[in-house]
């Protein structure tokens, strides 16, 4: 069985940052691609970031390409997401993903979910 719990959110002011963590248990977390999703209230999980099972390929959703960066360090069976320059609309509850294939993950289609971590961001 593979356990996702993710941390790190909280509440900060527009501009600021966060970095969010993912660990995963299981000894073949090298083999998984992770998925950042985010939900906000009354809005449906959208795709945030995802990345390959060995951290070559990353891709971002627009909305926060060029703010955001997912990481990853498969000797610590964590995935990360730092998160920069932060805006109101970035406000979600951020949840993380594994996925199969780099493919599956950027689209949501994961075998694991984690519970969430709550972002809210101040204006």
């Known amino acids: 069985q593979v356990h996702v719990v993710e941390s790190g959110g909280g509440l900060v002011q527009a501009g600021g940052s966060l970095r969010l963590s993912c660990a995963v248990s299981g000894r073949t977390f090298s083999s998984y691609a992770m998925g950042w999703f985010r939900q906000a209230p009354g809005k449906e999980r959208e795709f945030v970031a995802a990345?390959?099972?060995?951290?070559?390929?990353?891709t971002y959703a627009e909305s926060v390409r060029g703010r955001f960066t997912i990481s990853r360090d498969n000797a610590k069976n964590t995935v990360y997401l730092q998160m920069n320059s932060l805006k109101p609309g970035d406000t979600a509850v951020y949840y993380c993903?594994?996925?199969?294939?780099?493919?599956?993950?950027?689209?949501?289609?994961?075998?694991?979910w984690g519970q969430g971590t709550q972002v809210t961001v101040s204006s």
């Open positions: 990345i390959s099972s060995s951290g070559v390929r990353t």
């Open positions: 993903g594994v996925g199969s294939s780099f493919g599956r993950a950027r689209i949501g289609e994961c075998d694991y």
